[in-house]
Protein backbone atom coordinates (compact mmCIF):
# COMPACT_ATOMS: atom_id res chain seq x y z
CA UNK A 1 0.00 0.00 0.00
CA UNK A 2 0.81 3.55 -0.06
CA UNK A 3 3.00 5.06 2.58
CA UNK A 4 5.66 7.91 3.55
CA UNK A 5 8.43 7.36 6.13
CA UNK A 6 9.98 10.31 7.80
CA UNK A 7 13.41 10.95 10.12
CA UNK A 8 11.72 10.18 13.28
CA UNK A 9 12.44 12.80 15.93
CA UNK A 10 12.83 14.96 17.92
CA UNK A 11 15.42 16.38 16.21
CA UNK A 12 17.29 19.68 17.82
CA UNK A 13 19.35 22.00 16.52
CA UNK A 14 21.44 24.86 16.95
CA UNK A 15 20.27 28.21 15.45
CA UNK A 16 22.59 28.83 12.31
CA UNK A 17 22.79 24.57 11.50
CA UNK A 18 21.65 22.95 8.82
CA UNK A 19 18.31 20.55 8.57
CA UNK A 20 17.93 17.77 6.94
CA UNK A 21 14.51 15.55 7.46
CA UNK A 22 14.66 12.71 5.27
CA UNK A 23 11.21 11.44 3.66
CA UNK A 24 10.89 8.55 1.79
CA UNK A 25 7.39 7.38 -0.17
CA UNK A 26 5.69 4.31 -1.22
CA UNK A 27 3.08 4.12 -4.56
CA UNK A 28 2.82 2.61 -7.20
CA UNK A 29 0.69 5.54 -8.71
CA UNK A 30 1.55 9.34 -9.36
CA UNK A 31 2.14 11.39 -6.17
CA UNK A 32 2.27 15.29 -5.49
CA UNK A 33 4.23 15.56 -2.89
CA UNK A 34 4.32 17.56 0.42
CA UNK A 35 5.47 19.04 3.46
CA UNK A 36 3.52 21.01 6.16
CA UNK A 37 3.98 22.45 9.21
CA UNK A 38 2.44 22.30 12.58
CA UNK A 39 3.07 24.67 15.17
CA UNK A 40 1.52 24.36 18.73
CA UNK A 41 -1.83 24.80 19.08
CA UNK A 42 -2.41 24.79 15.45
CA UNK A 43 -3.58 22.46 12.40
CA UNK A 44 -0.79 21.32 10.21
CA UNK A 45 -0.35 23.92 7.38
CA UNK A 46 1.03 23.57 4.31
CA UNK A 47 4.99 24.50 3.75
CA UNK A 48 5.01 23.82 -0.05
CA UNK A 49 4.55 21.02 -2.40
CA UNK A 50 5.70 19.35 -5.47
CA UNK A 51 3.58 17.78 -8.29
CA UNK A 52 6.04 16.41 -10.60
CA UNK A 53 8.98 14.21 -10.22
CA UNK A 54 12.65 16.19 -10.84
CA UNK A 55 11.03 19.47 -9.75
CA UNK A 56 11.99 21.43 -6.56
CA UNK A 57 9.58 23.33 -4.02
CA UNK A 58 10.68 25.67 -1.65
CA UNK A 59 9.71 28.32 0.52
CA UNK A 60 10.39 30.50 3.54
CA UNK A 61 14.07 29.14 3.08
CA UNK A 62 13.05 25.41 2.84
CA UNK A 63 13.40 22.95 0.07
CA UNK A 64 13.20 19.62 -1.06
CA UNK A 65 13.24 17.77 -4.67
CA UNK A 66 11.19 15.53 -6.11
CA UNK A 67 13.35 12.44 -6.51
CA UNK A 68 11.44 10.12 -8.40
CA UNK A 69 14.31 7.37 -9.00
CA UNK A 70 14.97 7.13 -5.45
CA UNK A 71 11.41 7.61 -3.96
CA UNK A 72 12.57 10.53 -2.16
CA UNK A 73 11.42 14.04 -0.98
CA UNK A 74 14.04 15.21 1.68
CA UNK A 75 13.50 18.67 3.78
CA UNK A 76 16.21 21.14 3.97
CA UNK A 77 17.52 24.68 5.36
CA UNK A 78 20.51 25.70 5.37
CA UNK A 79 20.27 27.79 8.42
CA UNK A 80 17.47 27.07 11.01
CA UNK A 81 15.95 30.08 13.09
CA UNK A 82 14.39 29.57 16.85
CA UNK A 83 10.99 29.95 14.76
CA UNK A 84 11.53 27.23 12.90
CA UNK A 85 10.71 25.16 15.91
CA UNK A 86 7.57 22.99 14.92
CA UNK A 87 6.31 18.99 13.94
CA UNK A 88 7.14 18.98 9.91
CA UNK A 89 4.93 16.56 7.77
CA UNK A 90 5.51 14.82 4.71
CA UNK A 91 2.77 13.40 2.57
CA UNK A 92 1.82 12.48 -0.65
CA UNK A 93 -1.64 12.43 -2.42
CA UNK A 94 -2.03 10.32 -5.87
CA UNK A 95 -3.19 12.18 -8.54
CA UNK A 96 -6.92 11.41 -9.08
CA UNK A 97 -7.51 11.15 -5.26
CA UNK A 98 -8.25 13.22 -2.68
CA UNK A 99 -6.86 11.79 0.65
CA UNK A 100 -3.48 11.78 1.81
CA UNK A 101 -0.75 9.64 3.46
CA UNK A 102 1.38 11.21 5.99
CA UNK A 103 4.86 10.46 7.96
CA UNK A 104 4.19 10.15 10.80
CA UNK A 105 6.04 14.18 11.88
CA UNK A 106 9.50 15.48 12.72
CA UNK A 107 9.70 17.58 16.03
CA UNK A 108 12.10 20.33 15.32
CA UNK A 109 13.05 22.57 18.55
CA UNK A 110 16.12 25.04 17.19
CA UNK A 111 17.89 26.52 20.64
CA UNK A 112 18.85 29.93 20.24
CA UNK B 1 -11.88 33.92 5.29
CA UNK B 2 -11.57 32.71 7.87
CA UNK B 3 -10.47 29.41 7.52
CA UNK B 4 -11.63 25.78 8.51
CA UNK B 5 -13.56 26.42 12.24
CA UNK B 6 -13.63 23.49 14.35
CA UNK B 7 -15.54 23.47 17.47
CA UNK B 8 -15.21 23.23 20.74
CA UNK B 9 -11.38 23.57 20.99
CA UNK B 10 -11.06 21.64 24.17
CA UNK B 11 -13.38 18.79 25.14
CA UNK B 12 -13.28 16.13 28.58
CA UNK B 13 -15.72 13.78 28.98
CA UNK B 14 -15.97 11.05 30.96
CA UNK B 15 -15.45 7.70 30.02
CA UNK B 16 -19.33 6.26 28.19
CA UNK B 17 -20.04 9.51 27.32
CA UNK B 18 -21.06 10.69 24.18
CA UNK B 19 -18.63 13.11 22.29
CA UNK B 20 -19.75 15.96 19.04
CA UNK B 21 -16.95 17.32 17.17
CA UNK B 22 -17.92 20.61 14.60
CA UNK B 23 -16.08 21.23 11.81
CA UNK B 24 -16.84 24.13 9.25
CA UNK B 25 -14.78 23.88 5.87
CA UNK B 26 -13.93 27.02 4.08
CA UNK B 27 -16.48 27.97 1.90
CA UNK B 28 -16.59 26.95 -1.58
CA UNK B 29 -14.84 23.39 -0.05
CA UNK B 30 -16.49 20.66 -1.47
CA UNK B 31 -14.00 17.85 0.54
CA UNK B 32 -14.01 17.56 3.88
CA UNK B 33 -11.63 15.23 5.90
CA UNK B 34 -11.45 13.63 9.41
CA UNK B 35 -7.93 13.23 11.18
CA UNK B 36 -6.71 12.18 14.48
CA UNK B 37 -3.49 12.94 15.41
CA UNK B 38 -2.06 10.93 18.56
CA UNK B 39 1.62 11.40 19.70
CA UNK B 40 2.47 8.05 19.13
CA UNK B 41 0.82 7.65 15.87
CA UNK B 42 0.78 10.67 14.31
CA UNK B 43 -1.80 11.79 11.77
CA UNK B 44 -4.09 8.95 11.15
CA UNK B 45 -7.08 9.45 8.59
CA UNK B 46 -10.54 9.02 9.16
CA UNK B 47 -12.60 9.15 6.65
CA UNK B 48 -13.63 12.09 4.16
CA UNK B 49 -16.40 13.63 2.17
CA UNK B 50 -17.09 15.22 -1.27
CA UNK B 51 -20.03 17.29 -1.78
CA UNK B 52 -21.00 15.94 1.45
CA UNK B 53 -21.46 12.55 0.53
CA UNK B 54 -19.18 10.03 2.43
CA UNK B 55 -16.46 8.66 -0.10
CA UNK B 56 -13.47 6.62 2.13
CA UNK B 57 -13.86 6.03 5.75
CA UNK B 58 -11.07 3.47 5.49
CA UNK B 59 -10.20 4.71 8.96
CA UNK B 60 -12.61 5.00 10.62
CA UNK B 61 -12.71 2.46 13.84
CA UNK B 62 -15.96 0.34 13.20
CA UNK B 63 -17.36 0.91 16.54
CA UNK B 64 -18.04 3.77 17.72
CA UNK B 65 -17.64 6.47 15.64
CA UNK B 66 -19.41 8.13 12.85
CA UNK B 67 -19.14 10.98 10.60
CA UNK B 68 -22.04 13.37 8.70
CA UNK B 69 -21.97 16.05 6.46
CA UNK B 70 -25.46 17.18 6.60
CA UNK B 71 -25.18 20.26 4.47
CA UNK B 72 -21.92 22.19 2.75
CA UNK B 73 -21.13 24.19 5.86
CA UNK B 74 -20.41 21.55 8.38
CA UNK B 75 -19.69 18.11 9.34
CA UNK B 76 -19.75 15.85 12.36
CA UNK B 77 -17.49 13.04 13.72
CA UNK B 78 -19.75 11.68 16.69
CA UNK B 79 -17.82 8.94 19.60
CA UNK B 80 -20.46 7.49 21.05
CA UNK B 81 -18.94 5.25 25.11
CA UNK B 82 -15.89 7.73 24.66
CA UNK B 83 -12.58 5.68 26.40
CA UNK B 84 -9.60 6.75 27.36
CA UNK B 85 -7.86 5.41 24.24
CA UNK B 86 -9.90 7.89 22.19
CA UNK B 87 -8.21 10.96 23.92
CA UNK B 88 -6.24 13.22 20.69
CA UNK B 89 -6.29 15.59 18.83
CA UNK B 90 -9.23 15.56 15.99
CA UNK B 91 -8.36 17.48 13.10
CA UNK B 92 -10.73 18.59 10.05
CA UNK B 93 -9.31 19.76 6.75
CA UNK B 94 -11.30 20.68 3.71
CA UNK B 95 -10.35 20.78 0.04
CA UNK B 96 -11.63 22.22 -2.97
CA UNK B 97 -12.01 19.32 -4.02
CA UNK B 98 -10.36 19.45 -7.84
CA UNK B 99 -7.63 16.75 -8.78
CA UNK B 100 -4.35 19.16 -8.28
CA UNK B 101 -5.60 19.78 -5.07
CA UNK B 102 -4.04 21.09 -1.16
CA UNK B 103 -5.77 20.32 2.61
CA UNK B 104 -6.58 23.26 4.53
CA UNK B 105 -6.53 22.18 8.52
CA UNK B 106 -8.53 23.63 11.11
CA UNK B 107 -6.67 23.85 14.76
CA UNK B 108 -8.21 20.50 15.69
CA UNK B 109 -10.37 19.76 18.53
CA UNK B 110 -8.60 18.05 21.77
CA UNK B 111 -10.56 15.31 23.47
CA UNK B 112 -9.71 14.10 26.78
CA UNK B 113 -11.38 11.26 28.34
CA UNK B 114 -10.45 10.60 31.83
Known amino acids: GDSVTQTEGPVTLSEGTSLTVNCSYETKQYPTLFWYVQYPGEGPQLLFKVPKANEKGSNRGFEATYNKEATSFHLQKASVQESDSAVYYCALRNTGYQNFYFGKGTSLTVIP | NAGVIQTPRHKVTGKGQEATLWCEPISGHSAVFWYRQTIVQGLEFLTYFRNQAPIDDSGMPKERFSAQMPNQSHSTLKIQSTQPQDSAVYLC????????????FGPGTRLLVL
Open chain 2, 93 to 104: ASSLGTNQDTQY
